[in-house]
């Protein structure tokens, strides 16, 4: 998410920019640009979201010290805006893959299962329904 990744096919080698930066109409299916758009992007958005979790731009700059910290200030951040999905122990939690931690921090699935406090931190909806009248 931060630093990208090196692709590896056959003999040739090819960097893909960190994925953080990717928007979904880059990506060469409809597969991948689904499991990016659903899997990846809504967990590790949220998480970007943190106050006070600002990536440098220059790649020299995110070390160890700098992912360590800054997970540690998101997982804070999704504790105080989703801490319904805290009280699942962390032994599950630990198990779930992105796509679980994807759902659960979608407004459906906060509206679903979150605490009352969670549910009223949402942002309003912006989807306006019309009647079959109309």
């Known amino acids: 998410w931060l630093l990208g990744s090196i692709h590896v096919e056959g003999d040739k ?3 893909i920019k960190p994925y953080r930066l990717i928007v979904g109409k880059e990506l060469p299916s409809k597969e991948l640009k689904a499991a990016y758009k659903l899997n990846w992007k809504p967990i590790f958005g949220k998480m970007m ?4 979790v600002i990536i440098p731009p220059n790649y020299e700059d995110i070390d160890e010290d700098f992912v360590q910290t800054s997970f540690a200030i998101a997982t804070k951040h999704l504790k ?10 962390e032994n599950k939690r630990d198990l779930w893959s992105l796509s ?3 759902q659960k921090v979608q407004p459906n699935g906060v509206r679903k299962n979150g605490t009352p406090e969670d549910i009223e931190k949402l942002p309003p909806s912006t989807v306006v329904k019309k009647s079959k009248q109309e």
Not at 49 to 52: D, I, R, S, V
């Open 13 to 15: 080698r090819c960097m």
């Open 49 to 52: 979201e943190a106050p006070g």
């Open 80 to 89: 105080e805006q989703y801490s319904y999905i805290f009280k699942t122990p």
């Open 100 to 102: 679980t931690w994807s």
